[in-house]
Every structure is written in structure tokens, then in C-alpha cells.
């Protein structure tokens, strides 16, 4: 008997899908093939048209690329970004055991995705208990983020301690818990590393400027003003000459320090972190990056870790994970250690890296380090510090001038709780954080809270509207949403061209007015709520300009700028022309017009001053500066309180605890992972 007739094979694959499907790779791998590898698709019509290739056509170019045990092996390990090495047409070099590996480590990360990464029963292992928990007495702010000494004996973190003004870099010894301020505040800095033979530190501010200082101290010297956006990670060479930066919307960049030269590794819009290695004796760098953004739960989105061989450009992914924390860093014993979990529950953990070290034997499960925190850091020495999460969860507090206790105006139940923006009527506002699951604006009263709209960063800004029912909200790099409170799924988005942060409206609702970065500085912009146009210049000047706001009359416009590690409060009027700066009136951050007018409410050394001004014709007059209103309560920083307009309250978010537990350091010294 015959067989049954079987159906024909097309001999043409139309769409990407079709043609990664037969390769057995993904879309991306297929279009990245395309690009660097000459694969030879075919367009319907001109650009960036339908593509589609003949199977006689694909097998051909493969041929010619792969060679046939290359190939067994690319069907094998399943998605690989270059198909072939250099012009060889042999296998390139693999570590042992990378088949089983790849499977066995795709099985073991599907498992521990399923449960939150929590310790239950076939779930990732768990390591010795810390050898020493350090408390940070001292700091009031959570660290932004931390970096060990190669020996692993001193950390370095970006935080606020007291009696400092605002954020500086504090240096810590992991044995004894004596901290130091190495460069004091107030600035923001997102990432730091220690050089190989630990005598500088780098780190880089919300400028991305990047400075190196001794790290027994002395002067910090900028050596780079590196591309325009967050640095989200820095790594040194090993030779101590270069530093590799990971840059959010930009990609990963390497700067000499020789030459001063900034030169392109990898265009991505969001790599999260980015290392040097060495693997079978070719330069390579580890990278983390935002594989898939889910509107719904941006910090649960999947994040892709991979490799980068610098010679060929070839991307190899090794694995995925949850996005909670700060990127991936290599342990010394072969393990790729990444944040896991989620804000409720966070977690650190080792994954076996074959693809990037030294394990040569089956694959194990992953171990989890810590369920305390995700932000994290490893030493040379295999030394893993670990924040400790606790305390992380905010509500809303009122404080008035004649009353110094607190009264809870609104349970959030949020995490980080930063940015609060009071309604126009004081009932409710908009507060930046996370619930564990969503994360963005939140509106949030008496009667509870509403997600406005999601953000892929961990920061965001927001303005209301005069009349209540409309917030301008932050939701990404290039672009601002216009959020109705009583529908938010009716919102409209504005196109930016660069990182707008809402800080006003006018009077009327048809132009915000905010901070855009032009050249890596923060200028005023105005926006037109209609989208008739690009935003245009408010006010163009030195340093880095925040918070601008009208008056309530619109005659004058208030304004903070940094500029050289300074901080001060101008006015200028708001017809002036854009090159007019106005006059200072106050040393500090955040100007609030309060009292109709008549008074600025400004932040300086945590202590809220007030400033009255008024108009004499063309003349802004500043009589009485620095009238203290209220102190801010402990855990309370520079974004995290907003002032009623009447000035007699603050707004503000806090821990529900009035007296929370110190933030503390989780230390394994010497960690062997097995």
C-alpha cells in the first residue's frame, strides 16, 4: 500500500517568522543575520517592505556560511546570533557540555520563573546565611546602587547620610561598618565601580558625566561627558585604561581614559548592565538588556542576558530573567549573579554561566544568594554584598507648621512612593512607584488608588492640570501622557524629542511647561498640550535647569538649577526672553509658589525656607530669604514631599512605621558557589 500523499513544502518563505521559523532562530537573530551576514531576503517594494527568500535561495547562503557540524550544533543549542565564525567554515570553539547546559539551564529558569524564584521545594537552592549583616545607621536614602572593592573588604554606594546635603558617594568597610564620604552631595549618581587594583572609583551623575576620584580620597576629576541619558552600569578594563558604560536609550559605549575617546560597543536602547570578560581567549563583553517590555508589569518584563565577542560582533543569548534589579555581574565561579523575584519578594541568584566560564560539568539549578534585596554587587574575591529590601513601602503623610507630628492622609501600599504631586483640590495625588506587579503613576486618596500609566524606568515626574482633571505624567524617554483622572484609559500621548519632565501648566491648559535634556542638559521647555508642534525653549541657560513654574498670576516663572555642585532658586518674569535667566533669590532645590504668589517655598540641608517676592514694575524684588517652614522627617528626600498651596502642610511619603529599620548591608565574604 502506498503511503498517504504528504503536503508539498512551499519552496518560498514570505515574513520573518517563516524565515527565523526555518532557520530556527529568532525574528531578531534572522534580521540581525540579515544586516551583518548579507542574508539574502528580498523586499516587496522600496524600505522596509514585506520580506521573503526562496528555500533554494536560504539554503545556498547557509551552506556557504555554516559549516555541517555548525549547523548540528546551531539546531542544537537552539537561538544563536551569528551563524557562522569569521569566515571558517569549522565549528568555532565551545565550551564543554554547552548543549545540555543551554537545555538544562532553559529548563531550570522556566521552573524558577513559575514560582517567583522562591525557595520551594525543586526551586533554586539557597547558600550559607550571610556572615554579617551591616546596619546603615548613617544613611537616610536608599542606596542607589553599590559596588565592592575587589577585595571585597569596602563599598562604595551612592547614598544621603546624615547631616549631608542630599545624595553623595560613601565609601563603607564590609567589616566593621565604618562609613566615609568620599564626594559629598547633593548629586545623583546611578552607577559606580571600583578599578581592578582598587586605587579610583568611577561613578557617573544624572548629567552623564563620568569622574574617577582616589579612593583614599581627594579630588574627583570629570573625565567624560559621556552620551545623554542614564548610566545604568560601569566596568573597568582590566588593564585599568578604559571603562565600559552601559547607557539607558543609547546602548554600551567604551571610554580611554588615555585618549579620551568614546567608542560604540553596542547600539540598544535598553542595556541594563555590561562587563568585560575573556572567553577561549577573545575579548567579550557580558550584557543584560530589556528583552521584551510588557505594558502591564514593566518591572517583571523578561530580561535577556548575553554575550558580545568584541572581534566579530557576534551576540550569543545565554538566558532570561525577571527584571527587578540592577543588571548581571560575573562570580569567579563560573555563575552569572542577577537581581530575581519581584518588589514584594526580591531576590539575588547564581546562575550557572557556562557560556561566559569555568563550569565543565552537568548544569546545576540556579542558587539563590539572598531574599532580602536585588541590588547587589560581587567582588573579585567572589565577595557578594547584598541592600537589604526592608522598609521599602511608602504611604502618605500630612505635616503642618503647627503640629510636628504626622497624620497618615492615605495608605498606598506602594513601593519607593517618590514624586507625590498634590490635586489642585489637596484631596488625593500622583504618586510614582509599584505595588509589585504594576509600576507608574498612581493616583492615590482616602479611598484608595488608581494606575494611571505605566513607566519603563524607575522614575517619573507628573503635573497637574489647574482645574483637577487632567496629569501629565512621565512614561518614557520621548514622550508625556495626558491622563484624564476620571478615565485613564482614555489618555493621549505627546511625542517628545528628548527626556520631558512636567513640572507646570498654565493657567489656561494649553502648555506645559517642564524639562527637556538638550546635549545631556536639563532646560526649560514648553509644551503645547495639542500637539501642534515641537516643544520650544522657555529658557536656555548654564547648568542643569529643574522645576520651573508660574506664578499664579503667569507674570513670573520660578526655576532650580545646579550648576558646578550648586544649587540655587531663581525668578525671572515669564514673558522674558529665552536667554534671561532672571535673578537669584535663594540658595536650594524645588521652588513651589505658595500664598498666591507672595512666597517660594525652596529645600535646602532637608529643611523647607521660604522667600517672599514680589513685582516693582520690570523689578523682581526677594525680601527675606530663608524663613524656615518645616524640617522633613527621616526617609524623606528631596522627591518625595510636595507643599499644599497655602503652605502651612507638606505632602509627603513615608514608611508606615513612624520609627522604620535602618537600611542594611548583607555581606558573604569569600562566597563559593558549588
Excluded at 47 to 62: K, T
Excluded at 403 to 415: E, K, Q, V
Excluded at 551 to 557: G, K, N
Aim: include cysteine; proline fraction near 8%.
Amino acid at each position: 500500500m502506498s503511503e498517504p500523499p504528504k503536503r508539498a513544502r512551499s519552496l518560498n518563505l514570505s515574513g520573518w517568522k517563516e524565515i527565523s521559523s526555518y532557520l530556527d532562530v529568532s525574528p531578531r537573530t534572522a534580521q540581525l543575520w540579515e544586516k551583518k551576514y548579507n542574508l539574502p531576503v528580498r523586499r516587496i517594494g522600496k524600505g522596509r517592505g514585506p520580506v521573503h527568500i526562496s528555500i533554494d535561495e536560504l539554503e545556498a547562503w547557509r551552506q556557504e556560511r555554516l559549516a555541517l557540524t555548525d549547523v548540528a550544533d546551531s539546531e542544537s543549542v537552539g537561538d544563536r546570533t551569528a551563524p557562522f565564525n569569521g569566515a571558517q567554515t569549522t565549528a568555532e570553539p565551545r565550551l564543554s557540555n554547552r548543549r545540555y547546559f543551554l537545555a538544562a539551564l532553559s529548563a531550570a529558569a522556566a521552573a524558577a520563573a513559575a514560582v517567583g524564584w522562591k525557595l520551594l521545594p525543586g526551586g533554586p537552592t539557597k547558600v550559607r546565611a550571610p556572615d554579617r549583616v551591616i546596619e546603615l545607621r548613617d544613611v537616610t536614602t536608599p542606596p542607589i546602587c553599590i559596588s565592592l572593592s575587589p577585595d571585597g573588604r569596602q563599598v562604595a554606594m551612592a547614598a544621603a547620610v546624615n547631616g549631608s546635603d542630599g545624595p553623595g558617594l560613601q565609601v563603607m568597610d564590609t567589616t566593621n561598618g565604618d562609613l566615609r564620604t568620599l564626594v559629598g552631595g547633593p548629586t545623583s549618581y546611578y552607577s559606580v565601580a571600583w578599578s581592578p587594583d582598587g586605587l579610583r572609583i568611577a561613578y557617573a551623575d544624572t548629567g552623564s558625566n563620568l569622574f574617577t576620584v582616589p579612593s583614599t580620597g581627594g579630588e574627583a576629576i570629570r573625565v567624560a561627558q559621556l552620551p545623554a541619558s542614564k548610566v545604568r552600569g560601569l566596568d573597568w578594563r582590566e588593564d585599568g585604561q578604559a571603562i565600559l558604560a552601559s547607557i539607558l536609550s543609547v546602548g554600551i559605549v567604551e571610554f580611554e581614559l588615555a585618549t579620551g575617546s568614546v567608542t560604540p560597543v553596542l547600539n540598544h536602547t535598553h542595556a541594563e548592565s555590561a562587563q568585560y570578560i575573556e572567553l577561549d581567549g577573545r575579548e567579550a563583553v557580558l550584557f543584560s538588556s530589556m528583552a521584551q517590555a510588557q505594558p502591564d508589569s514593566v518591572l517583571a518584563a523578561p530580561m535577556s542576558v548575553s554575550v558580545l565577542f568584541r572581534e566579530t560582533g557576534v551576540i550569543e543569548e545565554l538566558f532570561t530573567m525577571a527584571k527587578t534589579g540592577p543588571g548581571v555581574q560575573l562570580h569567579p565561579g563560573g555563575y552569572a549573579v542577577h537581581a530575581a523575584g519581584t518588589p514584594k519578594q526580591p531576590s539575588v541568584v547564581a546562575t550557572p554561566a557556562t557560556a561566559t566560564g569555568s563550569k565543565t560539568s552537568a548544569a546545576k539549578p540556579p542558587i539563590a544568594i539572598s531574599t532580602s534585596g536585588d541590588t547587589f554587587s560581587v567582588a573579585q574575591d567572589g565577595t557578594v554584598a547584598v541592600l537589604r529590601h526592608d522598609e521599602m513601602r511608602f504611604d502618605l503623610f500630612w505635616m503642618t507648621r503647627t503640629d510636628t507630628g504626622i497624620r497618615r492622609m492615605a495608605h498606598s501600599g506602594l513601593y519607593w512612593g517618590a514624586v507625590p504631586r498634590l490635586s489642585p483640590n489637596g484631596r488625593q495625588a500622583v504618586v510614582f512607584g509599584t505595588d509589585g506587579i504594576n509600576t507608574g503613576h498612581w493616583l492615590v486618596g482616602p479611598e484608595g488608588k488608581q494606575l494611571l500609566a505605566t513607566l519603563n524606568d524607575r522614575q517619573g515626574s507628573s503635573a497637574w492640570r489647574p482645574d483637577g482633571q487632567l496629569v501629565a505624567v512621565t512614561i518614557g524617554d520621548r514622550a508625556v501622557d495626558l491622563v484624564p483622572i476620571d478615565n485613564p484609559a482614555d489618555r493621549r500621548s505627546i511625542t517628545t524629542e528628548g527626556s520631558f519632565t512636567p513640572s507646570d501648566w498654565s493657567g489656561d491648559g494649553t502648555t506645559i511647561l517642564g524639562s527637556q535634556s538638550v546635549d545631556g542638559r536639563p532646560q526649560l521647555w514648553l509644551l503645547h498640550v495639542d500637539g501642534s508642534g515641537p516643544a520650544r525653549p522657555a529658557l536656555r541657560a548654564p547648568g542643569s535647569l529643574w522645576d520651573g513654574r508660574w506664578s499664579p498670576d503667569e507674570r513670573l516663572m520660578s526655576y532650580g538649577q545646579i550648576l558646578d555642585g550648586d544649587r540655587r532658586v531663581f525668578v525671572r518674569r515669564a514673558n522674558a526672553p529665552a536667554d534671561d535667566p532672571g535673578v537669584v533669590v535663594a540658595r536650594g532645590r524645588q521652588p513651589k509658589w505658595v500664598k498666591g504668589g507672595a512666597e517660594l517655598i525652596y529645600e535646602r540641608d532637608r529643611v523647607l525656607y521660604a522667600v517672599s517676592i514680589r513685582l516693582e514694575g520690570e523689578r523682581i524684588i526677594a525680601e527675606e530669604p530663608d524663613q524656615e517652614r518645616f524640617r522633613l522627617p527621616e526617609r524623606v528626600t528631596k522627591r518625595m514631599y510636595d507643599v499644599s498651596p497655602d503652605g502651612e502642610r507638606i505632602l509627603f511619603s513615608h514608611p508606615p512605621s513612624e520609627n522604620p529599620r535602618p537600611f542594611a548591608l548583607e555581606v558573604w565574604s569569600n562566597l563559593e558557589l558549588p
